[in-house]
T-cell receptor, first 113, second 112 residues
Framework: DAGITQSPRHKVTETGTPVTLRCHQT?????MYWYRQDPGHGLRLIHY???????DKGEVSDGYSVSRSKTEDFLLTLESATSSQTSVYFC????????????FGPGTRLTVL | GDSVTQMEGPVTLSEEAFLTINCTYT??????LFWYVQYPGEGLQLLLK?????DKGSNKGFEATYRKETTSFHLEKGSVQVSDSAVYFC???????????FGTGTSLTVIP
């Protein structure tokens, strides 16, 4: 158990509203990731972080921003949610680097109406 | 670029049947290979991994062998159970590209 929690677990929001998802880990691991999971696409990397205030873009970063002001928290923000951002969002951590085994949180199901 | 291709599902098997889920990869370097499992409503869990050619990863009766000559990492289990019903993801990590790649997932349903 990598001690990863995500909040909220479910959220329904309207188009155009801002949304922030939180990922919290208890082990102070350096590397954290945000993915989205959609049918037919598997998991796609949105953003990742390799330390406090150190973040980088992934494959599908448009429309998303992240922040990491503390080691244990990695926030994903949708500045103005769109229906195409309806998805299940997973946070993950790794211990040894970007290519090390990744451990996942339970996910957040987001619906944008 | 690097990629992972796994067999499309869904796969439906009877309990105690033999399971194979195919996974092939493309990589420029020397990747590590992984299988993850996702049970309904949960996040992905690491099932097994292999870090170099000819390594065999195994866990909970599942096995996969890293075959460099065929660029494959097929998942096998000799006798599946209803509790194995889940979505299985093949993945690779590549030190050269400093990236982690997932396949699209294969849904498995095991019926009693």
């Amino acid at each position: 158990d990598a001690g990863i929690t995500q909040s909220p677990r479910h959220k329904v929001t309207e188009t155009g509203t801002p949304v922030t998802l939180r990922c919290h880990q208890t082990e102070n691991h350096r590397y954290m990731y945000w993915y989205r999971q959609d049918p037919g696409h598997g998991l796609r990397l949105i953003h990742y972080s390799y330390g406090v205030k150190d973040t980088d873009k992934g494959e599908v970063s448009d429309g998303y921003s992240v922040s990491r002001s503390k080691t244990e928290d990695f926030l994903l923000t949708l500045e103005s949610a769109t229906s195409s951002q309806t998805s299940v969002y997973f946070c993950a951590i790794s211990i040894g680097g970007v290519t090390d085994t990744q451990y996942f949180g339970p996910g957040t199901r987001l619906t944008v109406l | 670029g690097d990629s992972v291709t796994q067999m499309e599902g869904p796969v439906t098997l009877s309990e105690e049947a033999f399971l194979t889920i195919n996974c092939t990869y493309t990589a420029t370097g020397y990747p590590s290979l992984f299988w993850y499992v996702q049970y309904p409503g949960e996040g992905l869990q690491l099932l097994l991994k292999a870090t170099k050619a000819d390594d065999k990863g195994s866990n909970k009766g599942f096995e996969a062998t890293y075959r460099k000559e065929t660029t494959s990492f097929h998942l096998e289990k000799g006798s599946v159970q209803v509790s194995d019903s889940a979505v299985y993801f093949c993945a690779l990590s590549d030190l050269t590209g400093n990236q982690f790649y997932f396949g699209t997932g294969t849904s498995l349903t095991v019926i009693p």
